[in-house]
């Protein structure tokens, strides 16, 4: 199988990117709509997330739930959290970006080492935002706010990029990232099921200077 080795930053989608990303020596987990802007909100007030397995009747906090927040949360997602958990396991550093602290993250990523692994979660094909629990969904759908998050922190980050990984910091850099995550699928539905103050917290770019890293089992 080929992979990004011989570069220092690299970037890979989903529970597959991770297992591709293994080798790496940080990998960034981005799930900008919306479990590493949840992190990022509760971390940045002194708090700490426990990413936990989501699972049938379990509901999704979000980040307008969590402005407020201190101390410990669990917070369970279908697609942050779990990746955050899969990383784990290959014995890499762990953080949690998104657009919010984007540059803090990358500061981080690079006190810790390389490669870099950035990992944009994506969404999944059959998953209703309105029926919280489901555990059948399909396959990996790319995002475009996972993709320009991702951008956002490559961007920050400096050695030798992949192409994959130099196209989504070009797509960052180029692009109208408000307005592309207003118009998206993603942005549309969470707007149009009324959670239109999740996506404008996603959306306060380069805000925070927290740079959640996983420490056995709790970001923090």
């Known amino acids: 199988m080929f992979s990004q080795e011989g570069y220092q930053l ?70 942050g959290s779990n990746l955050c958990a899969l990383a784990a396991e290959t014995g890499a550093h762990v953080l949690a970006g998104c657009l919010r602290n984007a540059r803090a993250v990358a500061r981080r990523a690079m006190e810790l080492g390389g490669p870099i692994g950035v990992v944009p979660a994506g969404e999944r094909w059959g998953l209703d935002i309105r029926e919280q629990g489901q555990r059948e969904f399909g396959p990996l759908r790319p995002s475009v706010e996972d993709f320009l998050g991702a951008g956002a922190i490559l961007d920050a980050l400096e050695g030798n990029a992949s192409p994959e990984a130099r196209l989504a910091a070009d797509a960052y850099r180029f692009t109208d990232v408000r307005a592309a995550v207003l118009s998206c699928v993603s942005g549309r539905e969470l707007i149009e099921y009324g959670h239109s103050r999740d996506v404008e917290l996603a959306l306060e770019m380069g805000v925070s200077e927290a740079a959640p890293v996983l420490v056995d089992g709790v970001l923090r």
């Open 10 to 79: 690299r970037l890979e989608w989903g529970p597959e990117g991770v297992t591709a990303l293994q080798d790496c020596a940080v990998l960034i987990i981005v799930d900008v709509l919306s479990f590493t802007t949840s992190v990022d909100l509760v971390v940045a007030r002194g708090g700490q997330v426990r990413p936990s397995r989501w699972t049938e009747g379990v509901r999704t906090l979000r980040p307008a739930t969590l402005v407020q927040a201190d101390g410990l949360v669990e917070l369970p997602s279908p697609n």
